[in-house]
């Protein structure tokens, strides 16, 4: 893929804000985002350039953050500001894995977030191997006392990412589970759909109750080779032996960032555009989710420079999503007692979007038709799905409010999910100005909505009367 330089443009808002947007320009508007944006590219580019990856709770993150603001501002955007939390901090340390027994050799692995630590001298064992998460589950109790799991089951790509929820388990609650039947490390397959020598980090969880133990993915094709290994080995057991070093920093800070397009009618609850400003520490959080962010931000703006909105429109970067979702639950507590029209999110890479999703397609048919038949022109489809909204949209579900979900092709995007792939370079430019443009549409009906954006499961009406 070609590498693309966009000179930085200056993009503040223009007097014209102040006037009401209409139909034709809010078309117009979208259709040049979709030649020419370049908001997105510079943001997602200025980010990853000038302060990199950005660990929850770190002083990386924290120069996200101030870097963020900078951008929001220079770029007209009101009531800017951070919302700091408390949060959780672990950090990676030393990582080394290699096969001891019976064919000695390195494999490439990365811990997992939560994972214990195994020491600096590190721990060696036989390894059980388990082809499935449902193996593991068929263990009995105590038989992998002094062993390490290895769970290999392979991810799929699909254009929806759904072969996510199949692999995912062996991440999320894999190692927990290993632990609690006696196990002393646990060893999986990445949860990812490319055959790079790229494990793939992301988060694990340990029920309470149970011991947190060493916890790592290897890469697909190291994943591949132990699995011959195990084909070889006969009657010989596997042996492995484990260095990994990661720490708990105990409680730090994060945050998250906001910043308005504001509305003509302020009290209207505003429509939420959500992204996360964090990423893991292996890339450069550009496909995740610096291009989400980037995205929102551009599609804002695109709005804004057709005319001012009738609804204000928020961005909210939440922060330390790729540990636990810190910064979308501390959203949600900080402002529960603030009404939310609508919320959409986007945190599935850069590609282009495919389908659009409500959950107001019964509840709200006219502004459904509405949208569809508006991004149809994009080459995007109406879909049948109830959109459900991404990981730090908490604050709309808890509300029952109604959201959007602008689906993306997501057939490449676990290629590079958690890896040290994640950098500018694997972004399309045209791919991006095409996310952007759909956004910006869609943006630009729900924010000159006047009715009540009611979602299928809303119990109460939120908006004001």
Request: proline share 6%.
């Amino acid at each position: 893929m070609k590498r693309f330089a966009f000179a930085l443009v200056a993009l503040s808002l223009s007097p014209s804000i102040a006037a009401a947007s209409s139909q034709s320009a809010l078309v117009g508007q979208a259709d040049k985002a979709l030649s020419d944006d370049r908001i997105a590219w510079d943001f997602v580019e200025g980010i990853t350039t000038e302060v990199g990856p950005r660990m929850a709770g770190t002083e990386a993150e924290a120069r996200g953050r101030a870097w963020a603001v900078n951008w929001l501002k220079a770029h007209g955007f009101a009531n800017v500001a951070i919302e700091p939390f408390d949060m959780q901090t672990w950090v990676r340390g030393e990582e080394r894995a290699s096969v001891t027994a019976p064919f000695a050799q390195p494999m490439r692995i990365t811990a997992l977030g939560r994972s214990a630590s195994t020491g600096p001298d590190g721990i060696e064992a036989e390894v059980i191997h388990f082809p499935s998460y449902a193996d593991l589950k068929d263990a009995s109790p105590g038989s992998l006392a002094g062993k390490i799991a290895f769970i290999s089951h392979d991810m799929k790509p699909t254009q929806d990412g759904s072969g996510y929820g199949f692999a995912g388990p062996a991440r999320w609650t894999g190692p927990s589970l290993a632990s609690s039947k006696g196990a002393i490390a646990t060893v999986i397959r990445s949860v990812g759909t490319e055959n790079h020598r790229t494990p793939h980090t992301g988060g694990t969880t340990f029920a309470e109750g149970v011991t947190p133990i060493p916890a790592g993915a290897i890469s697909n094709p190291d994943a591949d080779n132990l699995e011959r290994i195990f084909a070889r080995a006969g009657d010989r057991p596997v042996r492995v032996k484990l260095v990994l070093t990661p720490r708990d920093m105990g409680t730090t800070q994060s945050g998250n960032v906001v910043g308005e397009i504001v509305g003509r009618n302020p009290s209207l609850p505003p429509v939420l555009l959500a992204c996360h400003l964090d990423s893991w520490d292996l890339g450069t959080g550009a496909v995740d989710d610096g291009a989400g962010c980037a995205i929102i931000a551009a599609a804002a703006l695109h709005v804004a420079r057709a005319g001012q909105p009738l609804r204000t429109i928020r961005v909210l970067f939440a922060g330390a999503e790729e540990t636990g979702l810190w910064g979308s639950a501390a959203y949600a507590a900080a402002h529960k007692d603030e009404p939310m029209a609508v919320g959409l999110e986007s945190d599935f890479g850069a590609d282009r979007i495919w389908r659009f999703d409500s959950n107001f397609r019964q509840s709200n048919p006219s502004l459904h038709t509405k949208i569809a038949r508006a991004v149809a022109r994009f080459g995007v489809a109406n879909g049948m799905q109830e959109a459900t909204g991404g990981a730090d949209l908490n604050i709309v579900r808890e509300q029952k409010s109604a959201i959007v979900d602008l689906q993306q092709d997501g057939t490449h995007y676990f290629d590079l999910h958690h890896t040290p792939d994640d950098t500018l370079d694997k972004i399309d430019p045209l791919q991006l100005r095409q996310n952007v443009a759909v956004w910006t549409q869609v943006i630009a009906i729900l924010a000159d909505e006047a009715g009540p954006i009611k979602g299928t499961n809303l119990e109460e009406d939120v908006t004001p009367r």
